[in-house]
């Protein structure tokens, strides 16, 4: 039987060596390279540290275990966690963000119901908590928001009555609509909530007790929409985030709901996902003890293995990452 120890040996010689002539090398870079080099090795050593962090809370290490690994913050987003390492070593402050899924395993319905509603709950709370939120009543429709004195975000509630976001898309520039653009939006509404035209948004929260309906050219970074009696998305919308209805949500007329994405119809009865027209879905759609419906014209990519929601007990699963 052959030594291990002789087997590790030439192995260990030779990569001292390969080391000894990196180094070597390095010394001899220009001074402009040579700092180049020296900003990647920098740079990958605190995207390490970032992860070492994440990989040992998510193995269930209390903080502090390791001494030189960040300590991690976390936070919900929809229907996602958000873990962020803060620290500072030399020079500016590190910031890295991971989002958070859970592994995906079978659940009954009543454990996506309690899972539904504190989804529900906290999209609500986000809303009512907003800062500058202003109370309306009534019956509410807006042409141009930038025209309401309000820049840039807007945070609404709106008690009594629907709400229409008619923005427009008849004026053109260079041959192309006119987009309206918004750091974010974010209403309460108890009543109906309708969005169309050509219009950006870098978050949107909608909150409806009737139906909520998107269409036209609406799109948006990041979005949550929990429509009571319904949600329906159609025409050129695009957007990544969750859609949550106790009874139906509808996605059609090629339509598009990025990766990462959710869609949760939920209730006792009636209740259904469908999805038509060249439409397109990437994420995970479930209606528990409801219906499922869907014609072959339309594109499921499913990524259930890594996007149930938090709020489901399972393991958590990191699928994505980005440095601040």
């Known amino acids: 039987m052959k030594s291990v120890r002789g087997n590790v040996l030439p192995l260990v010689l030779g990569l001292l060596l390969v080391q000894s002539i990196l180094v070597t090398s390095m010394l001899r870079l220009p001074g402009p390279l040579r700092q180049t080099v020296a900003l990647v090795a920098k740079e990958t050593q ?27 913050e976390s936070r919900v987003l929809g229907p996602w966690m958000l873990w962020q390492t803060v620290w500072r070593t030399e020079g500016p402050v590190n910031k890295f ?26 999209l609500h709370e986000n809303i009512m908590h907003a800062k500058n939120l202003k109370n309306l009543s009534g019956n509410r429709r807006f042409f ?7 820049q840039g975000a ?5 008690s009594g009555g629907d709400l229409t976001l ?16 918004a750091h974010s939006f974010m ?13 950006h948004f870098d978050t949107l929260r909608i909150y409806a007790t009737g139906t909520v309906l998107l269409q036209g050219s609406v799109s948006a970074d990041y979005a949550e929409i929990f429509g009571l009696a319904g949600v329906a998305v159609t025409g050129k919308v695009s957007f990544a985030g969750m859609l949550l209805s106790k009874q139906s949500i509808e ?15 939920v209730g006792y009865r009636g209740n259904r996902f469908a999805l038509y027209g060249k439409s397109v879905f990437e994420g995970l759609a479930i209606a528990p003890s409801g219906t499922f419906e869907r014609d072959s014209s339309t594109t499921m990519l ?11 007990d399972s393991q958590p699963v990191v699928f994505a990452r980005r440095r601040l």
């Open 46 to 72: 605190e995207m390490y540290l970032a992860e070492s962090a994440v990989l040992s809370k998510l193995n269930g290490f209390p903080e502090g275990y390791f001494t030189d690994v960040p300590p991690v």
């Open 166 to 181: 008619d923005l427009g898309g008849n004026e053109f520039l260079g041959g192309i609509p006119k987009s309206f653009l």
């Open 187 to 199: 209403a309460n509404v108890e009543g109906d909530v309708k969005i169309r035209g050509t219009a």
């Open 97 to 122: 963000q991971f989002r958070l899924g859970n592994a995906y395993s079978q659940f009954p319905t009543s454990e996506w119901m309690r899972c539904a509603v504190l989804l529900e709950h906290n």
């Open 154 to 158: 807007f945070a609404f509630n709106v």
């Open 302 to 312: 499913d990524s259930t293995k890594a996007l149930l929601p938090f709020c489901m």
């Open 251 to 265: 996605i059609s007329d090629r339509a598009k709901l990025n990766f990462p994405s959710i869609a949760v119809a």
């Open 144 to 150: 141009r928001l930038d025209s309401s004195g309000v």
